[in-house]
């Protein structure tokens, strides 16, 4: 295969110097690829009123695989004072750019691992028989459902007469609702469809028989939301029933999962939700491993295009640090992900084999693993910087 073209987007805040470093191992890992740069985040909305520009659409659909570092978003109304002014009589409203590119390209499977590395001051500990201390492995894998949902922008806030009148003919609607001013309601559907979420649940499947986990476990809540967590319950008695009878399914409810977690999380593998559930689950989950600076996540779709990224956020206060103090290794990890969609896996195995080296060996550690406050002075304190510790990852690869 010819050298791939990698589509970078920084985006904001500290996505910018955790893509550069993560650039930096897969260079010196062996990967070859060129890398274009696509505009994406808060700069653009303000400057252009589009957070997500056509032509940074327009890579993707050239190149395919995209980098992601990370975006700034803020409420609808105080994202509009950010404006440039001779952009706000446009009437343009602010909506998430990543969510733009999974709704854009369809990217609707999105998977988050999180697994711990041995060593790592972070791991979640328990107690366990006579005073003693447990550190379970975790070994958890998230299939969330990523364009659905309550993510899927079907919203009001004082629906019109149209919307009003139909739902007046749901019962429930009529009797709790009914003598509520339509200015007064503010509505968001939770909309799940056959196809997408027998998508959904075929990878989780498919990934628990690859993989060897015993079960599959679909994280909803089917005895209150009975339709959209109902259907996607039932749907995986009968896949497992027709084509994945060697793997068990297990039905928990997110309220009870997340008790669960911190109880006995090793007992859990492959976890399935729709949008919402699956994105409080994974970051549950994230916490037994050291907290979003170890978490990563891939989303793929049909269309060919998949985007790969880590699940923090922007950190706008740290981004203006003379020395950078973040973590890199979610961003590093979503690039092993990217390795491993493109059968890159050896240099994938490499990258893995060496943060767990670095993390086991303790030597080197950021701030965040070295449980400090994130100031600017922590490197000063014996942390490590984000260029340091990109640093020792490539020096053990």
């Given at each position: ?102 709704q854009h390209f369809k990217l609707d499977i999105c998977m988050r691992p999180c697994r711990s590395y041995q060593g790592n001051p972070l ?114 008695l009968e896949l497992q029933k027709k084509d994945y009878t060697n793997i068990q399914v297990w039905n928990t409810n997110i309220d009870a ?105 303790g030597r080197v550690r950021t701030y965040d693993m070295m449980k400090m406050s994130g100031r600017a002075d922590v490197v000063d304190n ?16």
């Amino acid at each position: 295969m010819g050298k791939r073209t990698i589509v970078a987007m920084p985006g904001d805040g500290i996505g910018k110097v955790v893509l550069q470093e993560t650039i930096r191992v897969l260079n010196a890992a062996g990967f070859d690829a060129d890398y274009v740069e696509g505009d994406i985040g808060w700069e653009f909305w303000c400057s252009e009123g589009n957070p997500l520009p056509e032509r940074t659409i327009d890579l993707l659909e050239k190149h395919k695989i995209g980098l992601f570092g990370a975006i700034t978003s803020k409420p609808k109304d105080e994202a509009f004072e950010e404006l440039k002014e001779e952009l706000k009589a446009k009437g343009l409203v602010y909506s998430s750019p990543i969510v733009g590119l999974r709704q854009h390209f369809k990217l609707d499977i999105c998977m988050r691992p999180c697994r711990s590395y041995q060593g790592n001051p972070l791991n979640f500990i328990r107690r366990g028989k006579n005073g003693t201390i447990e550190e379970p492995h975790v070994d958890a894998v998230i299939f969330r459902q990523n364009t659905e949902g309550l993510y899927g922008g079907v919203e009001w806030s004082n629906p019109g007469d149209q919307i009003y009148d139909a739902l007046m003919t749901h019962p429930k609607f009529k009797k709790n609702f009914g003598t509520v001013a339509k200015e007064e309601l503010s509505i968001s559907t939770r909309i799940f469809t056959k196809k997408y979420t027998e998508r959904i649940l075929r990878s989780a499947f498919e990934y628990a028989q690859k993989y060897n986990y015993p079960s599959v476990t679909v994280c909803e809540k089917p005895n209150v939301i009975r339709e959209t967590s109902g259907m996607m319950y039932k749907m995986a008695l009968e896949l497992q029933k027709k084509d994945y009878t060697n793997i068990q399914v297990w039905n928990t409810n997110i309220d009870a999962q997340m008790m669960w977690l911190t109880k006995n999380p090793e007992n859990y593998g492959v976890i399935v939700a729709g949008n919402m559930f699956g994105d409080i689950i994974s970051d549950g989950f994230a916490g037994l491993i050291g907290g979003l600076g170890f978490a990563c996540s891939a989303q793929m779709g049909e269309s060919g295009v998949a985007v790969f990224e880590p699940t923090h956020g922007s950190a706008p206060k740290y981004a203006d640090y003379d020395v950078s103090i973040v973590n890199p290794i979610a961003m590093i990890e979503s690039a092993c992900m990217m390795l491993d969609y493109l059968d890159e896996q050896d240099i994938a195995k490499r990258i893995r084999a060496s943060i767990a080296k670095v993390v086991s060996e303790g030597r080197v550690r950021t701030y965040d693993m070295m449980k400090m406050s994130g100031r600017a002075d922590v490197v000063d304190n014996g942390a490590a910087s984000t260029t340091e510790m990109a640093d020792e990852i490539i020096a053990n690869l």
